[in-house]
């Protein structure tokens, strides 16, 4: 029962959007999305030329001291990182007391856990402090996910090889074999593309936790929670498994016609930025070309290709195109990976972007405090828990 008060219903001049859409959180130098344009860009650098002439290791050194390392910085920084890769016995040890069926995703938020856990210097707030947990973290991630996919398969983790680079050794801590040249440039690149996009749901998430003053292990955890989900980094687990589902390039006609007079959100379709076409994907839908060709895996590209060809123009006009989880698991699918493991491989990437735009808000920082609009009843009498019916 309300009393006559009006519930609130605006907040001055703010304007009240579901989901934050279009909410500005702070200022950056680390990347830019034009979503009209379909561009994206970190520090100043166009996002094609980067996964085409650049590497992981100078992305990441790109996107957290925001510019190219030299030769010599290079050198020095790919050393830290490799100096980093092995992840200690007690983690190890933990994360074979996991289930083996557990989502590789949450064996990752629990490795991280675990590391925060046993760092004497993990409340230690300052930034050289979460700089030297970032990197780690940056370089243990992968020998994580390399851990937990061997681990699923019911095979022995293998230790990072100090001579290969960062994506080729990540493979090879997958699959257990050095990667052919291609396939190393191909996840190199895909690394690349996922190092950073913006406030999204993962990074915004790990950001509103170090604005607390938590520690980065903990920031670092909900960040790999945000990205677990299927309307974000889970998204190319259920393109894949939609790929499987339409199951050839000749029925993707009837599925899409389907799909869309279901009004089903087709997965790997679709983003609250971009209302043109996702770069990244654009890149991705050529390395899935090629890779899949060449592990004979063609028609799952076939299939992807012939599906976009049939949304773009039934739902293009609404800014629906395929994002970068639409062609990213078949590349995943033909290079061996389960597709449980792809949320994983994103967080690979992603970490960089995840640390770098903590690193960046710390030093000037204010606690995330959004509020909501209250439509509830006001000034209800109560009434003794005898009384209620
Ligand atoms: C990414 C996503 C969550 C963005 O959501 P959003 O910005 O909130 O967009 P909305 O859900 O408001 O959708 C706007 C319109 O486009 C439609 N739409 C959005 N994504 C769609 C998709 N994947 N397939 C079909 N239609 C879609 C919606 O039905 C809605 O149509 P309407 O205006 O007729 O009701 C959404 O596009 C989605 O769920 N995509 C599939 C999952 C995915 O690929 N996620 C990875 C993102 S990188």
């Given at each position: 029962m309300t009393t006559g008060a009006e519930p609130q219903k605006f907040l001055g001049h703010v304007e009240f959007k579901r989901g934050l859409e279009g909410a500005i959180t702070n200022e950056t130098r680390i990347g830019y999305i034009d979503g009209e344009k379909g561009w994206l860009v970190y520090r100043g650098y166009n996002i094609e030329d980067l996964a085409e002439h650049s590497t992981f290791e100078e992305t990441a050194y790109l996107i957290i001291y925001g510019r190219l390392p030299t030769r010599a910085e290079l050198t020095r920084w790919t050393d830290r990182l490799v100096q980093a890769r092995p992840i200690p016995s007690y983690l190890m040890d933990a994360l074979r007391r996991l289930p083996?069926?557990?989502?590789?995703?949450?064996?990752?938020?629990?490795?991280?856990?675990?590391?925060?856990?046993?760092?004497?210097?993990?409340?230690?707030?300052?930034?050289?402090?979460?700089?030297?947990?970032?990197?780690?973290?940056?370089?243990?991630?992968?020998t994580i996910a390399g851990a937990v996919m061997r681990m699923r398969n019911g095979q022995e983790p293998i230790p990072?090889?100090?001579?290969?680079?960062?994506?080729?050794?990540?493979l090879y801590m997958c699959t257990g074999k050095v990667p052919d040249d291609f396939s190393a440039r191909v996840m190199d690149a895909n690394l690349v593309l996922h190092v950073d996009h913006g406030m999204n749901a993962s990074t915004f998430t790990a950001m509103v936790i170090a604005s607390s003053l938590s520690d980065l292990y903990s920031a670092i955890c909900g960040g790999i929670a945000s990205l677990k989900g299927p309307l974000h980094g889970g998204a190319n687990e259920e393109v894949m498994k939609m790929l499987l589902e339409v199951g050839g390039p000749d029925k993707a006609e009837a599925w899409v016609r389907k799909a869309i007079a279901e009004k089903r959100k087709i997965s790997g379709f679709g983003h609250r930025v971009y209302k043109a076409y996702d770069p990244r994907a654009k890149v991705l839908g050529k390395f899935s070309e090629r890779i899949t060709k060449l592990c004979g895996?063609?028609?799952?590209?076939q299939t992807a290709k012939k599906i976009e060809e049939l949304v773009v123009p039934a739902l293009g006009g609404k800014g629906i195109f395929p994002n970068v989880d639409f062609y990213s698991g078949t590349i995943y699918y033909s290079m061996g990976f389960d597709y449980a493991m792809y949320t994983s491989i994103f967080m690979v990437?992603?970490?960089?972007?995840?640390?770098?735009?903590?690193?960046?808000?710390?030093?000037?920082?204010?606690?995330?405090?959004?509020?909501?609009?209250?439509?509830?009843?006001?000034?209800?009498?109560?009434?003794?828990i005898e009384q209620r019916g």
């Open positions: 083996k069926e557990a989502h590789p995703m949450a064996v990752l938020r629990t490795a991280v856990s675990i590391l925060g856990c046993h760092d004497p210097l993990a409340d230690k707030i300052d930034i050289p402090n979460c700089e030297r947990i970032g990197v780690d973290l940056i370089a243990k991630m992968a990072p090889d100090p001579k290969l680079s960062h994506a080729a050794n990540f895996q063609e028609r799952l590209y990437g992603r970490i960089p972007g995840q640390v770098a735009r903590v690193l960046e808000y710390l030093p000037d920082n204010r606690i995330f405090r959004p509020r909501a609009v209250y439509v509830g009843d006001l000034n209800l009498t109560y009434v003794p």
